[in-house]
């Protein structure tokens, strides 16, 4: 019999394009505490919000509001900067994950490169930990970086799923065995394993149906499949296509 615990699978649920909507003409309207709070009724297991230098998306008091006023984990997604490290700390949500960050870009583009910066990292996750944190890292499928997360110390590890999520044919089942193969490195160096990045109702399952990911961070394709058939009903198609992939409906 199949462990129950490889079954296992929790939806992080991105809600910072609300925010970016918001932010497109100001005010206060639409409220990502509403969607969250949607959200979660809607299925999500744990609310995901980046807080970027430049505050494109949320905002310092929705991430306030969310940690005060939410029953699920806050996972904060920031860069590794002494500015965003010491507002984790005093802000204390339940999860933070260090991601790379460039001004310029459109979005995270690419996992963040442990190899060269551990030196700068470790110190920041040990911080977050000291503050009993949960840290994570965000980074390429790569056994290098893999581990060095684990040298640092990093207890979860996220695993970039943008370059299967951009690919197609032999060049996705190329990245989906690269992913599997190296969610089996993060368990056997003793962390955790998420993954998320560009995932789709139409490329979610194969990745979900790795046991060794127990939680897929998805933001961005459910905010804009909300516009079409409502933050609700786009998180629970989700969260069916994940838990079938589990045999868990």
């Known amino acids: 019999m199949e462990n129950k615990k490889n079954k296992f699978i929790r939806l992080g649920v991105n809600i910072d394009h609300v925010a970016t909507i918001r932010n497109a003409r ?41 940690i005060q006023k939410m029953n699920v984990p806050i996972n904060l997604e920031i860069a590794c900067t002494d500015e965003m490290i010491n507002f984790a700390y005093n802000q204390k949500p339940n999860s933070v994950c260090l991601v790379p960050e460039k001004r310029e870009e459109k979005t995270t583009e690419g996992g963040l490169d442990v190899v060269k910066f551990q030196k700068k990292i470790a110190p920041a996750i040990g911080k977050l930990m000291e503050r009993g944190i949960k840290v994570a890292l ?41 992913i599997k193969n190296n969610s089996k490195e993060v368990v056997k160096l003793g962390m955790e394993c998420h993954a998320g990045h560009g995932l ?50």
């Open 26 to 66: 100001g005010g206060l309207k639409p409220d990502p505490l509403r969607a969250a709070k949607i959200a979660v009724d809607a299925g999500a297991d744990v609310i995901t919000i980046h807080l970027r230098e430049d505050r494109r998306h949320v905002n310092d008091q929705d991430v306030e509001n969310l």
């Open 138 to 178: 965000f980074i390429e499928p790569e056994y290098s970086q893999i581990e060095a997360a684990a040298s640092i110390g990093v207890p979860v590890v996220e695993l970039h799923t943008g370059t299967y999520s951009n690919f197609q044919g032999n060049l996705m089942l190329n990245e989906l065995k690269k």
């Open 200 to 249: 789709t109702f139409d490329n979610v399952f194969e990745i979900a149906k790795i046991k060794d990911i127990v939680e897929l961070n998805i933001g961005h394709f459910l905010i804009g499949e909300a516009i079409f058939i409502g933050i609700d009903n786009a998180i629970k198609e989700m969260k069916s296509i994940i838990l079938s992939s589990r045999n868990l409906i």
